[in-house]
């Protein structure tokens, strides 16, 4: 076997294997499931008549920023997970048998893809019931904004891969990448338009790659003007990517050589 045929062998194994957890530890599914659901109905119900969304009914301008929270905190399964396997001592295992040694980031970065999709499902469902829908929107600018969806949760990945090769322990690990991305997501246009926010506020919410994301993702589908947003949101992802895919790499070198 090439040894290209055997990473890719390896990765979906381990790909496989991260999966299989899930089943057995349903618990993980809350983040995908009930955690986002919960934050759709707070927002549209409790606080949407409160909020000025401008021209928009405040359940379309949510949803695309709630669909892209729920993706960019997809990862903290990762991040659990390898914390988990470097403290229980598998690094060391995985280094002594006959695998790619890119096989494990790969494959953990790769199941968070799978379940990143179910996560859109329950979202999309989740909206369509609230009242949200496409507006002015063809099926390729619905799909072009699934698209990114993937690829901002795909980069997220690696960066919860770097914090969970870092963390001491599942705990820390969890608890450092909420810490690190909840006042990046609410310091930005996801739940409200950065033109209402203070000044300095404003301008941070208008510089914040979340703001971004969520922008092109209102103007692929509920027709949002849409300025450089779309092409700028995968110039972020791919600079997350060339950032944190090679640290989480360096990473993962030096504590399999521990």
């Not at 979202?123 to 969806?149: N, R």
């Not at 360096?250 to 399999?256: K, L, N, S, T």
Request: aromatic share 14%; proline share 5%; hydrophobic share 55%.
């Amino acid at each position: 076997m090439s040894s290209l045929a055997m990473s890719v062998s390896d990765t979906l194994v381990l790909a496989k294997r991260a999966l299989i957890r899930i089943p057995r530890q349903p618990d993980l599914l809350v983040a995908y499931t009930v955690q986002p659901v919960m934050f759709v109905l707070l927002f549209v119900y409790v606080f949407g008549g409160a909020i000025n969304s401008g021209p928009f009914d405040y359940v379309d301008f949510l949803m695309p920023g709630i669909i892209l929270q729920s993706i960019a905190f997809g990862g903290f399964v990762t991040a659990i997970g390898l914390s988990e396997d470097v403290k229980k001592g598998l690094i060391d295992r995985f280094r002594s048998l006959p695998m790619s040694r890119a096989a494990v980031l790969a494959g953990r970065t790769f199941s968070d893809i799978l379940l990143n999709c179910l996560s859109l499902v329950v979202l999309f469902a989740v909206g369509f019931a609230a009242g949200f829908g496409f507006i002015d929107s063809d099926a390729g600018q619905v799909a072009l904004g699934i698209v990114l969806l993937l690829v901002v949760g795909y980069a997220f990945s690696w960066i919860f891969a770097l914090v969970g090769l870092f963390s001491s322990s599942p705990e820390t690990a969890n608890s450092i990448g909420f810490t690190l991305l909840f006042p990046l997501t609410f310091a930005s246009s996801v739940f409200v338009p950065a033109s209402t926010m203070p000044d300095g506020l404003r301008q941070f919410a208008e510089a914040n790659p979340f703001t971004t994301w969520a922008d092109a993702l209102r103007s692929l589908w509920i027709g949002t003007p849409p300025h450089t947003d779309v092409w700028m949101s995968f110039i972020w992802c791919f600079v997350l990517l060339a950032i944190f895919a090679p640290l989480a790499v360096e990473r993962y070198r030096r504590v399999a050589a521990k």
